[in-house]
């Protein structure tokens, strides 16, 4: 869900649950494109008869291609302010790499609004704690590929 803040209130949505993204398969297309846009080819990303040697038995995705998926699951499960005008990328309190998402994977966000600071008159600075979960289909369970605290700087109007 997205979570639509009121401004005048915003103190009250701190520590509320924001839910889980739908489930986004990641594939070897996938990963080949991040490797050419970012030029990181190593061969546990994109070399599937190498990496069949490696501990993960195959190719893996970026622990940055997971990372980027952020913003597209922000789509469902973010908050947004009453009268923003944008929201803005302000960077990472906390990023950990847990648990590495394997090719043709499935992953989803999970999400948690851990607060929110008036930086300036209608600024706020807002901090949420996602989870990258890899789907376990024989387990019907779940890892976690990754953790962060996300910084988001909202420009509200007056």
Sequence with gaps: M???????????Y?????????????????????ADATLDHQHIHVDPELAKETPFGGTIAHGFLSLSLLSFFAEQIGVQFENSKIGLNYGFDKVRFLNPVKVDSKIRGRGHLVD??????????????ITV???????????????????ILVICDP
Excluded: R
Aim: charged share 30%.
């Design 116 to 129: 929110i600071k008036e930086k300036a008159p209608d600024q706020y600075l807002v901090k949420m704690a």
């Design 2 to 12: 997205v979570l639509v803040i009121e401004k005048d209130n915003y103190q009250q």
């Design 14 to 34: 701190i520590g509320t649950d924001l839910g889980v993204t739908d489930w986004l398969m990641i594939d070897q297309i996938w990963i080949n494109q991040f």
């Design 133 to 151: 979960e890899i789907e376990d289909q024989k387990k019907s369970e779940f890892a976690q590929a990754l953790y962060a605290e996300w910084l």
